[in-house]
């Protein structure tokens, strides 16, 4: 059994899965220990739909592509990513993307495969399960931290996860398109998509699951004052 510091160091978001269904049971599972995770006063701000009808995800997609291919480059509730990129963010977003179009030997003026793999976030990697995560828009009505709680929670799933050797991804390409989704699922009006978690079982003989960035050398990004 893997220990918690090895879940961590061995996690990838994976980015091809078997067509092998993620029991009900295992989900809860999960869920339920992803739940324990701390949060703000105990707002405990997560509001999960767990999504497994093929119809239904294929909808989502579909919805997403259309809007896409319609030229609409986000339909959000927030803003994932920076709107002005600075070093050494933009530095490594684009060695984490060269990286994997590298690897998969696309090159960097193929329109057509490029966004095919774009695509590909929307048709869930394949996975059975997508867990697409929201809270409550007055929670996030000028104020963060139930975000960074809904972030804490998004790792207790991918860690909760490993238990049952199960592999995800992490989504914020749906979170452009939040509002779209939302519509397709018909959730609430109160309700705010932060992001989605994809879920399922690896296809390991995949090449793209090989892709693995580097993380930065811990002098990078913390200062110790003793």
Known sequence: ML?????????????????KPVSKEVQE????????????????????YAVSNKEILQNVGDAIIAKMNAGVKHDQ?????PKTWISPYKKRRIKT???????????RKDVEKRTKMWHDNFRWF?????FFIFTDKVN???????????????QSILLAAKEF????????STTEFGKVIANVLKTPDNLALLY???????????????????????????????
Do not use: H
């Open 140 to 154: 996030i009505d000028e104020a963060q931290g139930a975000i960074l709680d809904c972030g804490a929670y998004m």
């Open 29 to 48: 599972k999960i869920l339920k220990a992803a739940g324990m995770t701390p949060s703000g006063a105990n707002m405990q701000p997560w509001i999960v």
């Open 165 to 172: 050797g199960l592999d995800t991804c992490p989504q914020g």
């Open 126 to 130: 394949g996975a059975q399960t997508v």
């Open 196 to 226: 989605s978690v994809v879920i399922g079982y690896a296809d390991e003989d995949a090449k793209i699951n090989s892709y693995q960035p580097k993380r930065v050398a811990l002098e990078d990004s913390v200062t110790f004052i003793d």
């Open 3 to 19: 220990t918690i510091l090895e879940a961590i160091n061995t996690r990838s978001s994976k980015r091809a899965f078997l067509p």
């Open 97 to 107: 993307g060269v990286g994997l179009y590298t690897l998969m030997e696309v090159d």
């Open 77 to 81: 509730f927030i803003q994932y990513y």
